[in-house]
């Protein structure tokens, strides 16, 4: 897919997420696909919490370091959602990421400053990139063809606006203000929904 968008954002794309109350943690889920509905099925999202909502009624259910597993779902551009883990421990990758989708996690919290970016295809991790990681796999070839200079962050907002960047231009489309008005789709994930 050919990406249509301007060499860099419009704006600090990490001020702006902490601008609108992400300081503390944000866990973001970037994938192939344009169906949310699906993505909440393989999520094992509880159907009747379903609730479209826009950004503020979402983050009403922003508690970062809460147990109970909130996500806030959405097409991000054409052919990618975005998935908001607004509480909990995180989704799991693997199954988004089967049948060739290409799928990334990026993850920061105030505790331990940031995560690194997870790239994961075919339900297999390809890649994790940060400060403490040397498993680069296949990230190191989607930062040469976009040309995204990582090593140069000498702090975690300088480090998440990289990934972000980076992730803008693979998606095509940055996290804007039209981005944070467009509706989504708020579930609840069950605490046992992963348990065998």
């Not at 989704?91 to 990334?104: K, T």
């Not at 231009?169 to 069950?190: A, C, K, N």
Request: charged letters at 20%.
């Amino acid at each position: 897919m050919t990406n249509n968008v301007s060499p860099s954002p419009i704006e600090d794309q990490w001020g702006f997420l902490s601008s609108h109350g992400f300081s503390a943690r944000f866990a973001g889920t970037w994938v192939e696909g344009g169906d949310p509905e699906s993505a909440a099925h393989i999520l094992r999202a509880d159907p009747a919490s379903r609730l479209d909502c826009d950004f503020q009624t979402a983050m009403q259910s922003y508690d970062p370091y809460s147990s109970e597993e909130m996500v806030w779902i959405g097409v991000h551009a054409p052919g990618w959602l975005h998935i908001i883990s607004l509480s909990g421990v995180g989704i799991a990758p693997g199954p988004l990421s089967v049948d060739g989708r290409r799928l990334f996690y990026l993850e920061y919290d105030d505790g331990e400053g940031v995560h690194g970016l997870s790239y994961w295809r075919d339900g297999k991790g390809r890649g994790q990139y940060g400060r403490d990681s040397n498993t680069l796999g296949e990230l190191e070839s989607l930062f040469d063809t976009h040309r995204v200079d990582t090593t140069a962050a000498q702090d975690d907002e300088s480090e998440l606006n990289s990934y972000l960047h980076f992730l803008g231009l693979v998606t095509g489309r940055f996290i804007d203000q039209d981005w944070l008005m467009s509706p989504r789709t708020l579930y609840r994930i069950p605490d046992d929904a992963w348990s065998w």
